[in-house]
């Protein structure tokens, strides 16, 4: 708990002074362009025995293709039974929105789709990724070592630039305007017009456009772009410097909002997050007394064993208490990061909790 508070402390330190500006594409995507996946059904072999059963077909058939195709097919799948060196996993591959050309490498994601008990050690067979919809070509194919990450889930792994794509896959061309589209945990009217004031300052050079703006707030989560005619033979040093407009975030007007991401037990938060008066225990108390209360001496000293931390405001008098007040009291009580979760949901039930709670 105290390195979880700890982390969480330099996290919140850090997160303060980026608040202050931040760039237009950290703010923002353009429309159309976002991330691609692809995917294929793949062989890990050279497992020490954890594989899936070769008795069991799902295994069987794709195997026996495999060896047919390097010209050793086997005449029936019960020669196959005793496999168990081989697991038929779901290979997957993320596509960055920036998109990908031929020839490049990107990592890909492997899970075992059987009943293999561990996936360590294998290789990754030659599997082509196609597109996410039946009939799409194929893009990538991968191939290489595996590694697992979490000892907790052995059937999940990843290899490290083990795709490797045989065809380009490009974003669609820009036209003359085009939408950037702000990031929901940006997304707001406050922010879309501080956005593209400070796409129009930068761009005029004047806090006061001169002629035609070139980004309008259409929309809570969405900024039209229009290319000025002297840009438009080569938009892409435009567009550039578009997305590298520095925002002041603090003018952005975000609401309070606790994010957790629940994979890694990680509390992030944004705004200025207040509390209504409220008191809390947790279902793990422990109250330790002595009566009567021993005379303490430096070698027998009086231990304060209690699991009830009060939640003050520490010299904030009529105030209400923030966030870190709570993290604070939750501390003393050592309560593990799902309880805390719990316990902040509890709160903003309550109407304790001025702050959207976002579960990642």
Not at 56 to 81: F, I, M, W
Not at 167 to 188: C, S
Not at 209 to 229: F, L, M, N, Q, S
Request: with cysteine; charged share 15%.
């Amino acid at each position: 708990m105290t390195r979880f508070l700890t982390a969480l402390c330099a996290l919140l330190a850090l997160s303060a002074a980026q608040l202050h500006a931040g760039m237009v594409k950290q703010l923002t995507a353009i429309e159309g362009q976002g991330e691609s996946i692809v995917q294929g059904l793949g062989l890990v072999m050279g497992l020490p025995g954890t594989g899936d059963s070769g008795s069991d077909l799902y295994l069987a058939r794709p195997l026996a293709e495999v060896l047919r195709n390097n010209g050793n097919p086997v005449p029936s799948y019960d020669e196959l039974a005793s496999t168990q060196s081989v697991a038929l996993v779901m290979v997957t591959c993320v596509i960055p929105a920036s998109g990908a050309r031929a020839n490049e490498k990107l990592d890909v994601t492997i899970s075992a789709v059987g009943n293999a008990a561990s996936l360590t050690g294998g290789e990754l067979y030659l599997t082509p990724l196609t597109g996410p919809f039946p009939g799409s070509p194929i893009f990538a194919v991968a191939q290489g070592s595996l590694t697992t990450g979490d000892p907790a889930t052995p059937t999940k792994g990843r290899v490290r630039l083990g795709a490797r794509m045989v065809q380009d896959v490009r974003m669609a061309p820009l036209g003359v305007t085009f939408n950037l589209m702000i990031k929901p945990e940006y997304a707001g009217w406050s922010a879309a017009t501080q956005i593209a004031a400070s796409i129009n300052d930068t761009y005029f050079n004047s806090p006061t456009t001169v002629g035609t703006p070139i980004a309008v707030a259409t929309d809570d989560r969405t900024v039209r772009i229009t290319v000025p005619p002297a840009e438009r033979a080569a938009p892409a040093p435009f567009v550039a410097s578009v997305m590298s407009t520095s925002v002041n975030t603090d003018l952005l007007r975000l609401p309070a909002r606790i994010v957790v991401n629940t994979a890694t037990g990680i509390i992030s938060v944004t705004g200025d997050v207040r509390l209504g008066p409220v008191a809390i225990s947790h279902r793990n108390l422990r109250i330790t007394t002595t009566t009567p209360p021993p005379i303490p001496t430096p070698d027998n000293p009086i231990v304060d064993d209690s699991r009830w931390a009060s939640l003050g405001t520490d010299l904030r008098t009529n105030q209400q208490a923030r966030l870190e007040d709570l993290l604070a009291a939750l501390e003393q009580l050592d309560v593990p990061v799902a309880d805390q979760v719990e316990i902040l949901h509890t709160l903003r039930k309550s109407g304790q909790l001025q702050a959207e709670i976002v579960i990642d």
